[in-house]
Nanobody, 118 residues
Framework: QVQLAESGGGLVQAGGSLRLSCAAS????????MGWYRQAPGTQRELLAS??????TYADSVKGRFTISRDNAQNTVYLQMDSLKPEDTAVYYC?????????????WGRGTQVTVSS
């Protein structure tokens, strides 16, 4: 069984910063891509950033403000969020495309709330 656990969410004022972490655990043979998504009430889940083989991609809405990074030895992905805006308020989820005993699958964390006050 593979599990992803996010941490680091919370309440921050506009202009502030937060760093999210997501650790993968369980029987993993290989993790390919890892990514961060968010979902605000009444909206669809939005891909913010992904990282694979050292290459990163970002949504236009966070480019220049958010930075994704990864520690392969720890099976952990990070999202450094700077210059936060009230519209960044959402539940943030990480995911991983990984190979486990059951083959290649996409795994999701349960999410962590980020609230940005104006």
């Amino acid at each position: 069984q593979v599990q992803l656990a996010e941490s680091g969410g919370g309440l921050v004022q506009a202009g502030g910063s937060l760093r999210l972490s997501c650790a993968a655990s369980g029987t993993l043979f290989k993790i390919n891509a890892m990514g961060w998504y968010r979902q605000a009430p009444g909206t669809q889940r939005e891909l913010l950033a992904s990282i694979t083989s050292g290459r990163t991609t970002y949504a236009d809405s966070v480019k220049g403000r958010f930075t994704i990074s990864r520690d392969n030895a720890q099976n952990t992905v990070y999202l450094q969020m700077d210059s936060l805006k009230p519209e960044d308020t959402a539940v943030y989820y990480c995911n991983a495309d990984a190979i486990s005993w059951s083959g290649s699958s996409t795994f999701w964390g349960r999410g962590t709330q980020v609230t940005v006050s104006s």
